[in-house]
């Protein structure tokens, strides 16, 4: 697991090097705030390495609040990290800025040669949302403007990529707008926004979308802790990586504390969960978990493997010899 002692730590990403290494990117705060709600305005993007997944080694920060004014001034919030074609790498991320309370939230990106330093592309946001489809700020309907979360894959025809991002849409009841939002690009730095990839589903928001295939099943994982939902962590089975989702159809993965996870390759071809803890007993633990060894029941949705599968989980932390 990867806990810090005077940081709290939450949403995370995964990435691998050219050395088998993985780099986990996650967003901290520090406990000296005491109150972990307030948290996400301090937030900025740490840094770790490891080789199983379960013991990490800190690196310096990839990236903090630019320095005022910028669109990104506040806070930096989540994303992803991916290699480009041109061999660089590519760290998708959220920012905030101080002249709108954090309110409005755009998308840009940091580029690096090496995984460690990076540097900011350009001086403004690289994909903002688009009224056409989505829903702007409106505090009569939400508290925030959701444009969130990038998560960047290729096209599985190899023409350019596509980014989810957590939004929602203009229209509907406002506590159950939100959406798959969706945007495309030919080189990963100009990019054009799409119409939603879903339909509202009562969802307040879908926060950090992925999409992988497990089992050979195409499924988007996503997270919401809005309303009257009992659950937090969700997976809807889909045609293809790329295509159009019906949320309503998503089935909940059974975890009590468990928030924002990713899934991340298994080195036994399979497929695991990590993500932080978030609330245990009513305190706010903010640790990340141990890869959570899962499967895809096609009658059940998204699973942990059974103990006698050999890897036997408790409390979100995948217990070892």
Same mark, same amino acid.
């Given at each position: ?31 000296a705030l005491r109150d972990p709600g307030q948290r996400h305005h301090r937030a900025v993007i740490g840094h770790a390495v490891s080789t199983d997944l379960r013991s990490w080694r800190p690196l ?16 930096? /919030?989540? %994303? ?8 660089? /790498? ?36 690289? &994909?903002?949302?688009?009224?056409? /489809? ?56 100009? /990019? ?9 589903? %009562? ?12 089992? %050979? ?11 009257? &939902? ?7 089975? %889909? ?29 036994d071809g399979g497929w695991a969960l990590i993500g932080f803890l978030d609330q245990v007993d009513d305190v706010f633990v903010g640790e990340l978990t141990d890869p959570i060894p899962v499967r ?6 998204? &699973? ?18």
């Amino acid at each position: 697991m990867l806990r810090l002692p005077d940081h709290w730590v939450w949403d995370s990403w995964y990435v691998r090097d050219d050395d088998g290494d993985w780099h986990v990117f996650f967003l901290r705060a520090p406990r000296a705030l005491r109150d972990p709600g307030q948290r996400h305005h301090r937030a900025v993007i740490g840094h770790a390495v490891s080789t199983d997944l379960r013991s990490w080694r800190p690196l310096p920060d990839a990236l903090v609040a630019a320095d005022a004014p910028a669109w990104d001034d506040l806070a930096t /919030w989540t %994303g992803c990290t991916l290699r480009g074609p041109d061999g660089r /790498w590519y760290l998708f991320y959220t920012g905030v800025s101080r002249a709108e309370q954090g309110l409005v939230q755009r998308i840009g990106v940091a580029v690096s040669v090496d995984l460690v330093n990076w540097h900011r592309y350009g001086d403004g946001p690289l &994909v903002e949302a688009d009224p056409t /489809w989505y829903e702007l700020l409106d505090p009569t309907a939400w508290y925030e403007q959701a444009w969130r979360d990038p998560w960047v894959f290729p096209d599985p025809d190899g023409d350019g990529w596509h980014m989810l991002i957590t939004a929602r849409a203009n229209t509907g009841p406002a506590a159950g707008r939100g959406v798959v939002g969706h945007a495309t690009s030919p080189d990963l730095l100009h /990019w054009t926004v799409r119409p939603p990839l879903s339909a509202p589903a %009562g969802f307040g928001h879908l926060e950090v979308p992925q999409v992988a295939v497990v089992d %050979g099943q195409p499924l988007l994982l996503f997270c919401t802790n809005t309303g009257a &939902v009992p659950h937090r962590v969700w997976a809807v089975p %889909g045609l293809s990586v790329d295509g159009r989702w019906n949320v309503a159809a998503a089935r909940p993965f059974p975890h009590p504390h468990l928030y924002a996870p990713r899934l991340v390759p298994d080195d036994d071809g399979g497929w695991a969960l990590i993500g932080f803890l978030d609330q245990v007993d009513d305190v706010f633990v903010g640790e990340l978990t141990d890869p959570i060894p899962v499967r895809y029941d096609p009658a059940t949705g998204l &699973v942990a493997r059974a103990p006698e599968d050999g890897v036997p989980v408790v409390l979100g932390r995948t217990a070892r010899p």
